[in-house]
């Protein structure tokens, strides 16, 4: 039978990926939505979660879609009343935060369950078997695309804990954390923010791997034109290639893959099974990354920003 499942902020991610996903995903069915201003055609709405939760205990499911400065908050209200919760990426503002939910939710017994939708993109599981018994010299990830097109008027991003541009650079940096062998740490970090906001605009970094080959990663949110989504990895047996966000995988320019976006089905057919086995799913260390560049980042005031 499918689970009832209710979805927290009716905003851009949860209209384009999470209902749709939803709807074709025979495990659940989406019963309610909690909004502070929207709703949606045939489907219950509630404004607030206390609300919901309180009417609605048939619903055992809620999908987080908020930014993630009221993610936790809305996690502890949801983890309190038992029932299963799912995280949008990033999963929290802060490591702890997120490591203290993980903590409520064994005690509830309930699923926690900390979404990566990058590591859903066609090309990534393929990439991360072939990279698994390779010899790894050196990795980069440009990651440029135009704000103005894919954030317009989200001014939760550009305020303290809404991450800037490393809201879409942690999507790199949660396939990155998954295909490669070996886990990475940031040696030095450069974060150009703007001097009429809070979080970067472009950011350049430098990781070591474990095994001691360079990472490197662009992140630019300044790119007009056709949109950069790449990570390269070059090894002794050849260089891996993925592309336009981990659909499309090369090996040494020879195309493996390059399928549609089916991330955000990948993620509640995952849902799905960590209920079915009472697991929770919470990898932090793409958050942990971004956290490290905040902390040793050289900060460098550019020129303001304006939607
Ligand atoms: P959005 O369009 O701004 O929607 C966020 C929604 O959260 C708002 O519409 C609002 O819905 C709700 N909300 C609750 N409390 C809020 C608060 N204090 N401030 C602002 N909104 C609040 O953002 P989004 O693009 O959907 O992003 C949401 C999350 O999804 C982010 O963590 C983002 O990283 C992730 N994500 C976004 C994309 C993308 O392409 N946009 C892709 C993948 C992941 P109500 O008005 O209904 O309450």
């Known amino acids: 039978m499918a689970r009832k499942i209710a979805i927290v902020g009716l905003g851009k991610i949860a209209r384009d990926q999470h209902v749709p996903s939803i709807e074709k995903n025979p495990d659940f069915e989406?019963?309610?939505?909690?909004?502070?201003?929207?709703?949606?055609?045939?489907?219950?709405?509630?404004?607030?979660?206390?609300?919901?939760?309180?009417?609605?205990?048939?619903?055992?499911?809620?999908?987080?879609?908020?930014?993630?400065?009221?993610?936790?908050?809305?996690?502890?209200?949801?983890?309190?009343?038992?029932?299963?919760?799912?995280?949008?990426?990033?999963?929290?503002?802060?490591?702890?935060?997120?490591?203290?939910?993980?903590?409520?939710?064994?005690?509830?017994?309930?699923?926690?369950?900390?979404?990566?939708?990058?590591?859903?993109?066609?090309?990534?599981?393929?990439?991360r078997k072939w990279l698994a018994d390779k010899t790894i010299e050196a990795a980069e990830i440009v990651w440029r695309e135009d704000v103005r097109r894919w954030h317009p008027g989200q001014d939760w991003i550009w305020s303290p804990g809404g991450m800037g541009v490393f809201d879409p650079g942690i999507n790199a940096l949660s396939i990155l954390t998954h295909i490669l062998p070996a886990p990475v740490h940031v040696t030095a970090a450069s974060l150009d923010i703007p001097s009429n906001r809070?979080?970067?605009?472009?950011?350049?970094?430098?990781?070591?791997?474990?095994?001691?080959?360079?990472?490197?990663?662009?992140?630019?949110?300044?790119?007009?034109?056709?949109?950069?989504?790449?990570?390269?990895?070059?090894?002794?047996?050849?260089?891996?290639?993925?592309?336009?966000?981990?659909a499309t995988l090369t090996i040494d320019g020879n195309e493996h893959l390059a399928a549609p976006d089916t991330e955000y089905d990948g993620i509640y057919t995952h849902f799905a099974h960590l209920l079915a086995a009472g697991e929770s799913a919470v990898d932090l260390s793409p958050l942990q990354l971004v956290a490290d560049a905040f902390m040793l980042g050289n900060i460098r005031q550019v020129e303001e920003f304006h939607d």
């Open 30 to 127: 989406l019963a309610a939505t909690v909004s502070r201003n929207a709703r949606l055609d045939g489907i219950d709405s509630y404004e607030t979660l206390g609300e919901m939760l309180a009417a609605r205990p048939d619903i055992d499911c809620v999908a987080l879609c908020t930014p993630p400065q009221v993610r936790r908050q809305y996690a502890v209200e949801a983890i309190e009343a038992d029932r299963h919760v799912l995280l949008e990426k990033p999963p929290g503002a802060t490591v702890a935060e997120v490591q203290s939910l993980v903590a409520l939710a064994g005690r509830h017994a309930v699923t926690l369950f900390a979404t990566w939708h990058s590591r859903y993109a066609q090309g990534v599981e393929p990439a």
């Open 198 to 246: 809070q979080t970067p605009i472009a950011a350049r970094i430098d990781f070591l791997a474990a095994t001691g080959h360079p990472v490197t990663a662009d992140f630019d949110w300044r790119q007009q034109g056709p949109q950069t989504w790449d990570i390269t990895v070059r090894t002794t047996s050849g260089t891996l290639h993925l592309s336009a966000g981990g």
